[in-house]
Antibody
Framework: EVQLVESGGGLVQPGGSLRLSCAAS????????MNWVRQAPGKGLEWVSY????????YYADSVKGRFTISRDNAKNSLYLQMNSLRAEDTALYYC????????????WGQGTLVTVSS | DIQMTQSPSSLSASVGDRVTITCRAS??????LNWYQQKPGKAPKLLIY???SLQSGVPSRFSGSGSGTDFTLTISSLQPEDFATYYC?????????FGQGTKVEIK
């Protein structure tokens, strides 16, 4: 069974940093592209970042470019999102999502981890 | 960026109704259109990918169609478990973008 379990969320002050993790199991993690998608409270879905299976190709939404860094450790079956210079508008539930390329859609999602940026 | 616009934003329907949700892209996205269902407090669930391919385990009452800029998600006979919010998503070009969502409520 495919499982994605996010962790690392919490309350952080504006300008602060947080590192999210996503532990994957039930599939060959190193064969899949992965993404982070977020959802602000009561709002819709926003794609945040993509990483290829090897980690060699990375994309970001403009809203997080230069502040967030996606990475992965295939030996540990884990995906990460380092978030720096956090802003109030980064407050959201952050999901990791598997991407069964080709197609670039999201076939499995974690349960999400909540990031709250507030003073 | 490609803007995705869903209509309606919400609808009320009864069990057994046929429901259609429309998604329009601001430019052509070929067949790179996907649909998700999200229930309150839950992660989104993939329903349909590349316009009309049904994800494994999704009931056949869900179907998708369209091409270019205009796409539809149809639920042929609404069931109690289908009351949720539905999102379209384009995977034609980065940044991948979602529609604003369509909330399907019980009439």
């Amino acid at each position: 069974e495919v499982q994605l379990v996010e962790s690392g969320g919490g309350l952080v002050q504006p300008g602060g940093s947080l590192r999210l993790s996503c532990a994957a199991s039930g599939f060959t993690f190193s064969s899949y592209e992965m993404n982070w998608v977020r959802q602000a409270p009561g709002k819709g879905l926003e794609w945040v970042s993509y990483i290829s299976s090897s980690g060699s190709t990375i994309y970001y939404a403009d809203s997080v470019k230069g502040r967030f860094t996606i990475s992965r450790d295939n030996a540990k079956n884990s995906l990460y999102l380092q978030m720096n210079s956090l802003r109030a508008e980064d407050t959201a539930l952050y999901y990791c999502a598997r991407d069964p390329s080709p197609g670039d859609y999201f076939d499995y999602w974690g349960q999400g981890t909540l990031v709250t940026v507030s003073s | 960026d490609i803007q995705m616009t869903q209509s309606p934003s919400s609808l009320s329907a009864s069990v057994g109704d046929r429901v259609t949700i429309t998604c329009r892209a601001s430019q052509t996205i070929s067949s790179y259109l996907n649909w998700y269902q999200q229930k309150p407090g839950k992660a989104p669930k993939l329903l349909i990918y590349v316009v009309s391919s049904l994800q494994s385990g999704v009931p056949s009452r869900f179907s998708g169609s369209g091409s270019g800029t205009d796409f539809t998600l149809t639920i042929s006979s609404l069931q109690p478990e289908d009351f949720a919010t539905y999102y379209c998503q384009q995977s034609y070009s980065i940044p991948w973008t979602f529609g604003q969502g369509t909330k399907v409520e019980i009439k």
